[in-house]
């Protein structure tokens, strides 16, 4: 098992950049933003989860982080993970969570994990330095919804959020576990995009600085009609599914753990540090790591929807949208 020191050799590759031109009325009162996100640390499947979630949190103190996020599939509400919840809950300041539909894992209810990690709603509003952040659950079902994990924004929450979008002037970061640009996603990603589209020609600007995600267990950023979707890789691992069952880690680890078998594990934790400068630029630091056994293409993963991003890095990216002020 990976000690702590080991977790923490994953180093920085390098900074995307994402350029955002506010008009002088938004830029008023923005202050640079540091603040650090994790998605599916999959705690009921993996055996270090308490060290990788460790580790990340070690790295925002030393970065100065203003808060932390999870971006869901967190773990199921459960007193076996009540010292991995105490891991989570050590951060000495503001932290967020984002409901993933694998926290409801073993017949819990978003309710229950709400609780259990400390949530009063599964979406919601905050303010962080002038930059409004917008939570949504892409748990919803809807009436006409096939069988499996639910992943939708229902109506009551679509309604929601152009309410809040319309009474904000803020520059907006949107975070949701599951992608609304990815079509393995939330079912009507097209009409959540519709909505943030609609709030920047309202703006006249490209006031939805980027929308980040988890889920896919994938590195990959993607602009639709000049919002950047991001996805943020999982801190722990590519799963590949039961045909592809092997052994990564020693016959101990997966007789106790048996659902790593079917992951491609990342050796070192990863995780995404942003920082948003009031003059019109969002970094993303990237984190390289490798494989712990064979890779998803030596075991010959061919699902070909999403071979895009699939790696054991949160890739240094050189990206520049500008977003310029409307007439």
Not at 7 to 36: D, H, Q
Not at 41 to 47: E, S, T
Request: aromatic share 10%; charged share 25%; hydrophobic share 35%.
């Amino acid at each position: 098992m990976n000690t702590r020191r080991e977790i923490l050799k994953g180093a920085a590759t390098g900074v995307c950049v994402l350029s955002f031109c506010p008009p002088a009325k938004a830029a008023e009162g923005l202050k640079e933003l540091r603040f650090g996100m994790c998605a599916d640390v999959h705690k009921d499947i993996m055996h270090d989860a308490d060290e990788r979630l460790g580790a990340y949190l070690q790295s925002m103190v030393k970065k100065r982080a203003h808060f932390v996020v999870q971006m869901g599939d967190f773990c199921q509400p459960k007193e076996a993970n009540d010292s991995f919840r105490e891991v989570w809950q050590s951060w000495e300041g503001d932290q967020y969570n984002v409901v993933g539909n694998h926290d409801m894992d073993g017949g819990a209810s978003r309710e229950e994990f709400r609780e259990y990690v400390g949530m009063e709603k599964g979406h919601y509003t905050y303010l962080q330095q002038g930059y409004r952040f917008i939570v949504l659950d892409g748990n919803d079902r809807h009436k006409d919804a096939p069988g499996g994990y639910a992943r939708h924004i229902g109506e009551e929450q679509r309604a929601w959020l152009q309410t809040t979008l319309a009474s904000t002037t803020e520059p907006v970061v949107v975070l949701v576990h599951q992608s609304i640009q990815n079509a393995r996603g939330v079912d009507n990603g097209a009409e959540v995009r519709t909505i943030l589209e609609a709030a920047n020609k309202a703006a006249g600007w490209g006031r939805v600085l980027a929308c980040f995600s988890g889920h896919h267990h994938q590195d990959d950023l993607i602009e639709v009609n000049g919002i950047p979707y991001i996805q943020v890789n999982s801190m722990s691992y590519k799963w590949v599914g039961g045909s592809k069952k092997h052994e990564s880690y020693p016959a101990e680890i997966h007789a106790d753990h048996p659902w790593i078998q079917y992951t491609c594990p990342y050796e070192d934790p990863l995780w995404s540090f942003v920082t948003i400068d009031p003059k019109g630029e969002l970094r993303i630091e990237g984190i390289r790591s490798k494989w712990v056994g064979p890779s998803p293409e030596e075991l010959g993963y061919e699902e070909g929807y999403d071979k895009r991003g699939v790696t054991p890095n949160v890739t240094a990216r050189a990206v520049n949208l500008k977003m310029k002020e409307g007439k």
